[in-house]
């Protein structure tokens, strides 16, 4: 049985375990502020040509957007995101149990335009007493999105131009950043993201670490205090070393972007295959998801080799369906895959 239901299957890079192992003996002091979190942090700061932001490692995705989330927004404030954004769909209503309504906009393969957020500023204004509802207090996006694309640099330069109009703060998830930048035709470097957003985070669960997620801080006036809010919202690691050497590992040599570059790679393998058999797609992914749609006749017959997400119906007798490589896909489970296709 070959696994493309996501891209957290297996546990992590050899060259992390190795360097877990070496210095599992170690004594180091806790809480992130151990020897690897800062050269850890180095390592980032020197990938996105900055060092002047502040870098915290936290144990999750989920922990993360909340964490952030909430230290930036007022009570009375909620987030604006994509339908499909993730903190919407996947996180169990996670940011709404920290007080903080999600403002879901329409999107167009999973992208947010930079016209929704401008729309639902100038509505919420344009109310005769704002005060009674939410108000929109900063924008999320991902990088990648929830459906695997990505934004142009031009329309990331967008939202932060309406974003800007308006003092709303930019937080880009990037649970998939490396895979988000290895896609083809993406014109965004990671040192564009820096420049852009307020904050954001770079994955390392879904990237060839065991746990783990590097929350980039930019926004000077968003840096204060952040350490409270790691440790009140549960995403502070008291062995923090052991997210510093992951990360210190993936930032060493070009891993992080090496083993992304992979990802893609095979990716774009399935989705060639699919298309060649004239197979249509829900959205056109460049990124390491594909979300072929397939007669429900072919479900049976590929889950019987294959593990796949079920992703939404099309119509009554078509199912869009998710195939996700990783870091770790390797050629032969492509090669078995396309051979079935």
Not at 236 to 245: N, P, Q, S, T, V
Request: aromatic share 10%; proline share 2%; hydrophobic share 40%.
């Amino acid at each position: 049985m070959y696994h493309f239901q996501c891209d957290y299957s297996e546990g992590a890079h050899p060259r992390i375990l190795e360097r877990l192992q070496e210095t599992n003996m170690e004594q180091t002091v806790g809480y992130g502020e151990d020897k690897y979190c800062l050269d850890a942090a180095l390592k980032i700061g020197s990938a996105i040509g900055r060092h002047d932001v502040d870098i915290h490692f936290l144990t999750g995705g989920t922990q993360a957007n909340m964490t952030v989330i909430s230290s930036i927004l007022r009570p009375y404030q909620g987030v604006i995101c994509a339908t499909t954004g993730h903190i919407n769909v996947h996180e169990t209503g996670a940011i709404e149990h920290s007080g903080h309504k999600v403002l879901a906009l329409p999107a167009v393969n999973g992208l947010l335009s930079a016209d929704a957020i401008d729309n639902i500023m100038k509505e919420h204004f344009a109310e005769d007493g704002p005060e009674h509802t939410v108000q929109p207090g900063m924008v999320y996006i991902s990088f990648s999105s929830e459906v695997g694309t990505v934004y142009s640099l031009a329309q990331l330069k967008d939202i932060k131009g309406v974003c800007s109009k308006y003092g709303l703060p930019l937080f880009i998830d990037g649970a998939r950043m490396g895979y988000g930048l290895a896609a083809e035709g993406c014109d965004v470097e990671l040192s564009d993201i820096a420049s852009l957003a307020d904050v954001f985070y770079l994955g390392g669960t879904k990237q060839g670490a065991l746990f783990g997620e590097a929350v980039v801080i930019v926004n000077d006036a968003l840096k204060k205090d952040f350490r409270y809010n790691i440790k009140q919202n549960g995403g502070m690691l008291a062995k923090g070393r052991l997210l510093g050497i992951q990360f210190q590992t993936l930032f060493e040599d070009g891993l992080y972007f090496e083993l992304s570059r992979h990802a893609v790679a095979q990716a774009m393998r399935i989705r060639d295959a699919f298309r060649a058999k004239g197979y249509s797609f829900l959205v056109d992914s460049p990124t390491n998801q594909q979300f072929p749609i397939l007669h429900n006749d072919m479900l049976e017959s590929l889950s019987g080799k294959f593990k796949f997400s079920i992703w939404q119906k099309v119509d009554e007798n078509h199912t869009a369906v998710r195939f996700c490589t990783s870091w770790a896909t390797t050629a032969e489970a492509v090669d078995a895959l396309v051979a079935s296709i």
